[in-house]
């Protein structure tokens, strides 16, 4: 059974930082791309970053990029997102996908 679990998520001000972590299993983890999405109330999911199999190669939306890093640790079969300098623009609930499979989705909220 392919499973992918977020976590990390919460309550943090504004400039504030968290890490969100996407654990992957029942599958070749190592094989493939993981994306990061992410959903706002009322908006539709949008793109916030991907990784490379072997970690080589990332993307990240105009939005997040200089504050987001997205790295990942094949031998713990997790990719992490570090979100850093976070707006309240950055409130929604964050996903992880690869072999297109999505997580549940763990929520951000910024707000003082």
């Known amino acids: 059974q392919v499973l992918l679990a977020e976590s990390g998520g919460g309550l943090v001000q504004p400039g504030g930082s968290l890490r969100l972590s996407c654990a992957g299993s029942?599958?070749?983890?190592?094989?493939?791309?993981i994306y990061w999405y992410r959903q706002a109330p009322g908006k539709e999911r949008e793109f916030v970053a991907f990784?490379?199999?072997?970690?080589?190669?990332?993307n990240y939306a105009d939005s997040v990029k200089g504050r987001f890093t997205i790295s990942r640790d094949n031998a713990k079969n997790t990719v992490s997102l570090q979100l850093n300098r976070l707006e309240p623009e950055d409130t929604a609930v964050y996903y992880c996908k690869g072999f297109g499979h999505w997580g549940q989705g763990t929520q951000v909220t910024v707000s003082s």
């Open positions: 029942g599958f070749s983890f190592s094989l493939y791309t």
């Open positions: 990784i490379s199999h072997i970690g080589d190669a990332t």
